[in-house]
């Protein structure tokens, strides 16, 4: 059965100019997955779910990280206050990691890194084997990577961070342009029987999906967090 929570909001952090976190007290028995996302119902039918974007082990909050659009649902986050209360339901959602033999391909586009970080920091913090991760990310510049400094210095064993962005002003090692078939067979072992977790607007997870379909990836390696909402 769904459970629904009451919630205190408890601070916001800016990931880049458009992307904000907001951390809420975290409810007693409230368990999730890595990967997993909630609906966040601010009041006048403002709702939307929003993917969980801190590591499950985090006692005291959990987080969301909107991206900022100037819509009435972010009017409202803006202004909230602390110790203001809102509505989570949830958990939902099976983007989850799933340990597996071969190496664990994750692709986010811009705010579909919200899952993934919280895979990532709870690999990190499990400590545990986690095998192979390459995650690819594509963003527009610089200043829209969202938690850039955390992905980059992530100490997991087998870990390989690739940026792909529209402009590469300001970075040297990233690929330019958008997330394609061509990065993905240079970056990706081949004959690897890789795994693959998409995560972004629905445009660019259907755009991976074709890139990964045009190398003969299978549909049964391919899981896919697709964000409605964005164009
Ligand atoms: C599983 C899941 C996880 C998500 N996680 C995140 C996240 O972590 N961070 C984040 O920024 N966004 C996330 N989204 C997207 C988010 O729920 C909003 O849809 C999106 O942010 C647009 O909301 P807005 O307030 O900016 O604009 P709005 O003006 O509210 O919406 C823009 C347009 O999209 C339509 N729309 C909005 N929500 C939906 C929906 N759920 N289904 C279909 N159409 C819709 C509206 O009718 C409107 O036309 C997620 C979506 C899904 C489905």
Known sequence: MTK?????????????????????????????????????DLGNELIHPLSLSNCPDDAEFVEFTKRMTGSPYCDRLKSLKKGETISI??????????????????IAGGIGITPIRSILTSLEKKKGKSG???????????????????L???????????????????????YQGFINADIISKEVPKSSN?????????????????ALASIDVAEDQIRTDIFLGYD
């Open 89 to 106: 339901k949830g958990p939902f959602g099976q983007f989850c990691f799933a340990d597996s033999k071969g190496p664990l391909v994750l």
């Open 4 to 40: 629904e929570y009451r919630t205190e909001f408890l601070e916001r952090r800016e990931r880049t100019l458009t992307a904000v976190s907001y951390r809420f007290k975290r409810p007693e028995g409230l368990d999730f997955t890595a990967g997993q996302y909630m609906l966040v």
């Open 194 to 210: 890789a795994h693959y977790m998409i995560s972004g607007p629905p445009v660019m997870v259907e755009a991976i999906k074709k």
């Open 152 to 174: 980059e210095n992530l100490k997991l064993p087998d870990y390989h961070l690739v940026h792909v962005l529209s402009d590469t002003t300001g970075m040297e090692n990233a």
């Open 132 to 150: 192979t991760i390459i995650l690819i990310y594509g963003n527009l510049n610089t200043e829209d990577i969202a938690f850039r400094d955390e």
